[in-house]
């Protein structure tokens, strides 16, 4: 490439990917947001297959790259990181997902894992569930997240309780519950920040 590709805009970035064509469309049809691009399902319907799985493939390749991060280094260290993950990986559900960062001993990511899909205003998580997946890993510690497909990212009750019953029951396992987040949109609410842990 004659240009490099750190000063490529995001169109061009996008061109290289899809096609310059595909890249002008889909931005129009996505209000210029490349996050949305990123997130599954695609925000617009488009024809062309191939660009369809190009974009799934970037959306893997980028997830991959953050799980890569997070087991390379505490979590604790690189806030971050796991905000985007959990942003790319549930914020365009259309259905309430509920899934478990599993964390070694240094808080370092053993394995991300979808543990219960719902509805779009409800999912049912089973604590026994949740202790015998967090066990099979030999977990020290688990973050837990969710997604609001409704967009409004502030916790429930029932959130707050059912995140009291998994973090009891995993106490008596020896395991921390470190944080649960609550994925809505862009926006991305934390238990922990929020004194709810």
Known sequence: MSRKIESMSDAD????????????????????????????????EYTQPQVASKLKAATKLVRRSFVESMQQRDVLGSPAAVRDFLRITLSRRDYEVFMALFLDAQNRVIAPEEL?????????????????????????????????????????????????????????????VLDHFIVAGNGVVSFSERGLL
Request: proline share 5%; hydrophobic share 45%; charged share 20%.
């Open 13 to 44: 970035l996008l061109g290289v990917l899809v096609g310059s064509r595909a890249a002008a469309h889909l931005l129009k049809d996505a209000s210029g947001s490349l996050s949305q691009l990123l997130h599954e399902p695609l925000p617009v």
């Open 116 to 176: 219960f899909r719902g509805t779009l205003t409800q999912t049912s998580v089973y604590p026994r569930e949740v202790v015998k997946r967090t066990l099979v890993h030999n977990a020290a510690a688990v973050i837990f997240a969710h997604n609001h497909p409704s967009g409004v990212a502030e916790p429930s009750r029932a959130d707050e309780l059912l995140t009291r019953t998994l973090r009891d029951a995993l106490a008596l396992v020896d395991v921390r």
